[in-house]
C-alpha cells in the first residue's frame, strides 16, 4: 500500500462522516481490513463534531486548533503493519479491533493533520457552489477542482450560463420601441 493512498483514503473517510453521507464501500472496506465494527449512532454523535471542525480547518487552510483537539482527543498510535501482505509494511494510526469511534478518530485525525501539514497529494476542499456546506478529497491531476460533485459543477456552469443571457439580452435594444429621450 502507497502511503499517499493510505492518508487519502482516511481523509475521504473523514469527509464522508463530516459530510454526514451513508456509508461507503471505503468505509466498510476499511473496517473488514481493521476489524472495526460499524459505529452506534450515540458514538459517532460524539465523534463527529471535532470531525467536522477538523476537516473544515483543513479544507479552509486554517486554523490547526480544530486539527490538534481531534488529536488530543483521539491521540494516534502509531504502529507498522503488516495485514496487507501484498503492499508490505505500511504504517497505521489506530489498532486494529479498536471501537469504532477511537478508531476513525485516530485514524482520520492523523490523516488530516498530515493534509494541514501540506501533504502534497491529497487536498480536502469546500464546495463552491452557491448553498453547498459539502467537502471533498482533489484527487484530480493537477488538483483544481471546485465542486464535490458533478452535480454542484453544473448547477453553478448553467446558472452562470442563465446570468450571462440575461445580462446580454437586457443590454440589447428592443424591437419597435423607441427611445424616450429622443
Not at 502507497?2 to 464501500?25: F, M, Q, T, W
Request: with cysteine.
Amino acid at each position: 500500500m502507497r502511503y499517499v493512498a493510505y492518508i487519502g483514503n482516511l481523509a475521504k473517510l473523514a469527509v464522508e462522516l463530516a459530510n454526514g453521507d451513508d456509508p461507503s464501500d471505503l468505509r466498510r472496506e476499511f473496517f473488514a481490513q481493521h476489524r472495526v465494527a460499524e459505529p452506534d449512532g450515540a458514538a459517532l454523535a460524539e465523534l463527529l463534531p471535532a470531525l467536522r471542525d477538523a476537516v473544515e480547518a483543513v479544507a479552509d487552510a486554517g486554523p490547526i486548533d480544530p486539527v490538534n483537539r481531534l488529536l488530543a482527543e483521539f491521540p494516534p498510535s502509531i504502529h507498522v503493519s503488516t495485514h496487507d501482505e501484498a503492499g508490505g509494511p505500511h504504517l497505521h494510526f489506530a489498532r486494529n479491533g479498536e471501537d469504532a469511534a477511537s478508531w476513525l478518530g485516530r485514524s482520520c485525525g492523523a490523516a488530516l493533520a498530515h493534509v494541514i501539514s501540506g501533504d502534497p497529494d491529497v487536498t480536502v476542499g469546500r464546495c463552491q457552489a452557491d448553498g453547498c456546506a459539502r467537502f471533498y478529497v482533489d484527487d484530480s491531476r493537477n488538483r483544481s477542482r471546485r465542486f464535490c460533485s458533478n452535480t454542484c459543477a453544473s448547477r453553478t456552469t448553467v446558472a452562470a450560463y442563465r446570468a450571462r443571457r440575461k445580462t446580454t439580452a437586457a443590454a440589447r435594444p428592443r424591437p419597435g420601441r423607441t427611445d424616450p429621450s429622443a
